[in-house]
């Protein structure tokens, strides 16, 4: 079994803002470095032949968000608004810490051999530095308050006790500097606590804030753009007369959101091919989200629409089941398109395939490591395509789960992963990598919303 991990970059602490958006550029999940394809022909048919191998269009889709025109100034971002994004600057201790010697026990600080005479008052968190202690005395103090100076060790409560005359005695050795955190024991200021290129979490924003930080330097999440396409749409509601529900309105916002997106606008156009050509040519985001009309049928606007753009297509058509339809497009040198297919597994497909290279890429954050299970149960493959299949993990094994066409998202509600099934299948015992969910590898991803 292969673990999971999230690949580091030894030499990060050395990149600046630029060359953090570089970081995935050799990672093995995006596949080997490819020479850039010539723009294709403006022939928006649907030839099998013309589709790309899944490996090869993730490895497209990473590829894409490192452009020329894809680089993004930094920002300074407050720390509540910081989580999920990825410094673009080392985080460097603004003070030592702790910044002064602090108790790390509720008890007595002590200076000398004992017994020792207490002080009547105690010494808090939060007070200014207490009176020096002398020999032979004690001071009451609580976890976290300043250590008096001269103060030998600090004797915990449950280690102490008091004679008929209130004298303090230790009822163990009390070796020098027993509990007390000095100052500057976890860093200096001005050590680098963390490089370029990590991922902001809440421990990140823990650390940040005791270093003397209000804000980060960061690379900003990338603006996404999510145009729901189809007359048949309903939003909300039972189905009826033809109609059906919208599944992808509510899940896609906040899935780009998990990977690391913006999500400022989702819009209903139906099958309206003028009201598309409308909002891809004025929309100011970083990535569109379309769904549905990838096809080529008579209300699939999508490549018409990409053809009267003069947009380049980067993958059009991927051999993944479900979703083949799905396509990636540059619409202008700092803005992609990313269509998904109608079907709401398959728009899963489609998101996993395409979407997350891309707006991982361009959020700067580094690429999962490929990681493997062995399969309980046997997955069947497609004759030529590669399939991804809902699985739940159980131990140390994947469970392929049912209802899992490309309309359903019954199988998809109870996964924790997909499984990458290539051509031809995997038997029951074999390995099979997997592609984690962002909220069940981690449930940070959910937390980025």
């Known amino acids: 079994m292969t673990p999971r ?12 803002v630029e060359e953090v958006l570089a970081l995935v550029k050799e990672n093995p999940a995006d596949g080997p470095p490819a020479p850039e394809r010539p723009r294709q022909r403006q022939d928006h048919g649907h030839g099998h032949h013309r589709a790309t191998p899944w490996p ?4 497209a889709a990473a590829r894409a968000g490192r452009g020329p025109g894809t680089r993004r100034t930094p920002a300074e971002v407050p720390l509540d608004a910081a989580l999920g994004l990825t410094l673009a600057a080392p985080l460097t201790a603004l003070t030592d ?8 026990m509720d008890g007595w600080a002590v200076a000398g051999p004992g017994p020792w005479d207490v002080r009547e008052s105690g010494v808090l968190a939060g007070h200014a530095e207490p009176a020096p202690l002398t020999d032979g005395e004690a001071v009451r103090i609580a976890t976290g308050a300043r250590v008096p100076p001269d103060t030998t060790a600090v004797l915990r409560s449950e280690h102490g006790r008091g004679d008929d005359k209130g004298r303090l005695h230790a009822d163990r050795d009390l070796p020098h500097g027993q509990d007390i955190r000095p100052r500057g024991q976890e860093c200096r200021s001005g050590d680098q606590l963390l490089p370029v290129g990590t991922l902001v979490t809440p421990a990140v924003l823990g650390l940040a804030a005791a270093a003397g930080y209000d804000t980060v330097t960061a690379v900003p999440r990338p603006r996404a753009e999510v145009l729901i396409l189809g007359d048949e749409l309903l939003t909300e509601g039972l189905p009826h007369d033809g109609l059906i529900r919208d599944a992808l309105g509510p899940m896609l916002p906040p899935w780009l959101r998990a ?68 396509l990636l497009a540059r619409l202008k040198e700092n803005q992609h398109l990313v269509g998904l297919p109608g079907n709401p597994l398959a728009a899963v497909s ?33 004759p030529y395509d590669t399939r991804l299949v809902p699985v739940v993990l159980r131990g ?32 029951a015992g074999q390995e099979a990598e997997l592609l984690d969910l962002p909220w069940a590898s981690s449930g940070i991803g959910v937390c980025f919303t």
């Open 5 to 16: 991990s999230v690949q580091g970059d030894p030499d990060a602490e050395d990149l600046d």
């Open 56 to 59: 090869e269009a993730r490895a």
């Open 97 to 104: 810490l702790p910044s002064f010697d602090t108790s790390a």
């Open 259 to 326: 990977l690391g997106a913006e999500v400022t606008t989702v819009r209903r156009l139906g099958d309206d091919a003028e009201a598309l050509h409308k909002a891809l040519a004025y929309s100011e985001a970083e990535v569109i989200v379309t769904t549905g009309g990838t096809a080529a049928g008579p209300v699939d606007h999508v490549h018409p629409t990409l053809r009267r753009l003069n947009a380049e297509l980067l993958v059009d058509g991927v051999k993944v089941r479900p979703g083949h339809p799905m």
């Open 350 to 382: 489609g998101l996993l395939t395409l979407a997350e290279p891309l707006l991982r890429t361009l959020a700067a954050r580094p690429a999962p490591e490929p990681y493997t299970l062995p399969l309980r149960d046997a997955a069947h493959g497609h």
């Open 396 to 427: 140390d094994h994947a469970v392929p789960l049912h209802y899992n066409g490309p309309a359903m998202l019954r199988g998809m509600a109870a996964a924790d992963a997909l499984a990458v099934v290539p051509p031809g299948g995997i038997a």
